[in-house]
């Protein structure tokens, strides 16, 4: 084969064929109608790749029923011709240009076929190559999130790329912290501020300039003298504060747990409060995170009776197959996989007289259930504690099909750590975290806190900084 059959093309004003691979599919079910006015292709290895995993409870295979509806929807009642060549993708947005969806049906000829066919993947590149070979005048970029496929692509000539209509920012340093740190004293940088008492409580009004043109309701404001503020509300030229007490902020319990540092006391402080809907923690293994939502859960329950019932979930890679033959009932499968919520209720009664027998007490006294994210789908949940942990190795699309689930007076609290994603496709900035955390910073009712350092042990700390 020549050098230019093995060239990408590099011309960015050419028409573009997007083609999809399954795991873009299953990653968003609706990703055909995100390419705007470009013409989208879909293989027929693809539609095969669905029919395969489609059968199931699992939420891979719910997420292949739903992307076989919204191809059924614009390709149903096409004829094979017009499939062919592409259907309109009717979009609001778009209304001259709508953009097309095709599925390729021809298979590459001998002398167009780049690789063995007995792998799918390869049967998709030998399809873009001759959907190259038929649009010369086109650029044909295959969409896939394996990187190992993007890279055999590339070595075959076929430009490729990530799939990053969800993507909410490119650097995970972008996201937000939850939190603003000033160096010195905060007052330093403030030229005018109104403050004023309402029922008890310390609020400033300040004009919305400098570092605090960029503020999300419920973020935190800290310096080096101690201050500490959050913020309370936004307005287009000027924001408030609620003025917090940071002795009285590290001295704030829950289940007889106190914050070891201000940022575990800030997150406690988002967790007990009845008007945030939505808590994110973010952070490394050992910041506390598992262990502040439980104790804050346990308190919001038994002690104020605020909720009704904890709701403890979590993702975790083979939990969709091996559920199903482990023995016992849900809550019985789903506990091994829980184990952290145990461990850490374990942790918060360690100085009693009789540990185990007051976690017993606990279990027993707490309607704490166990759910599997299989069984979560297309419930509603009423003035409950939903606690999600390992969100990270959520899509996007996930997250959002477990938060829905929230029904009236629950609250949501997602934890997770996005150094430590487990799914095959998932980056730090793909994750559904990512997404949640970057998606509700402006949520008037949520708050997120990325936790710093590793209070779980000096061993952890040191593991976490140099292993």
Known sequence: MGETQLAITSNTNLPIRYVLDTNVLVHDPTALLNFEEHHVVIPMTVLEELDKLKNGRNTTAADCRQAIRELDKLLGGALPDDIEQG???????????????????????????????????????????????????????????????????????????????????????????GFLEFEGSFWDSIDEV?????????????????????????????????????????????????????????????????????????????????????????????SGKTILALAAAIEMTMATKMFRRIIATRSTQGLDEDIG???????????????????????????????????????NKVPLHFKSLNYIRG?????????????QNLTPHQIKTIVTRAGSGSKVICLGNLAQIDTPYLNATSSGLTYLTERFKSFEYGGNIQLQGVPRSALAEFAEANL
């Open 194 to 286: 109104e403050t004023r008492q309402k029922m008890g409580h310390t609020l400033h009004t300040l004009a919305k300039i400098g570092p605090l043109q960029d503020v999300y309701f419920n973020q935190f404001i800290l310096d080096e003298t101690g201050f500490v503020a959050r913020v309370l509300d936004i307005q287009a030229d000027e924001i408030t504060l609620l003025h917090l007490d940071h002795h009285q902020l590290m001295e704030t319990e829950a289940w007889g747990l106190k914050p070891q540092d201000i940022y575990q006391a800030c997150a406690l402080n988002l967790l007990l409060d009845p008007d945030v809907h939505l808590v994110n923690l973010t952070g490394s293994a050992g």
């Open 379 to 391: 419930r509603s949940f009423q003035q409950s504690l939903i606690i999600i942990d390992e969100c």
């Open 87 to 177: 259907i309109p993708i009717p979009r609001a947005s778009l209304n001259d240009n709508l953009g097309r969806l095709s599925v390729l049906m021809a298979k590459a000829p001998d002398n167009l076929t780049l690789l063995p066919t007995h792998l799918n993947d390869n049967k998709i590149l030998n399809d873009i190559n001759l959907l190259k070979h038929d649009h010369p005048d086109q650029r044909v970029v295959l969409v896939t999130k394996d990187i190992n496929l993007r890279l055999k692509a590339r070595g075959c000539g076929i430009e490729s790329e990530d799939y990053h209509s969800d993507q909410s920012v490119k650097d995970i340093e972008q996201l937000n912290k």
């Open 325 to 363: 033959f482990l023995p016992g009932t849900e809550a019985e499968k789903m506990e091994p996989w829980l184990g952290a919520i145990t461990d850490n209720l374990e942790a918060l009664h360690c100085d009693d007289e009789d540990c185990s027998g007051s976690v017993d007490y606990v279990l």
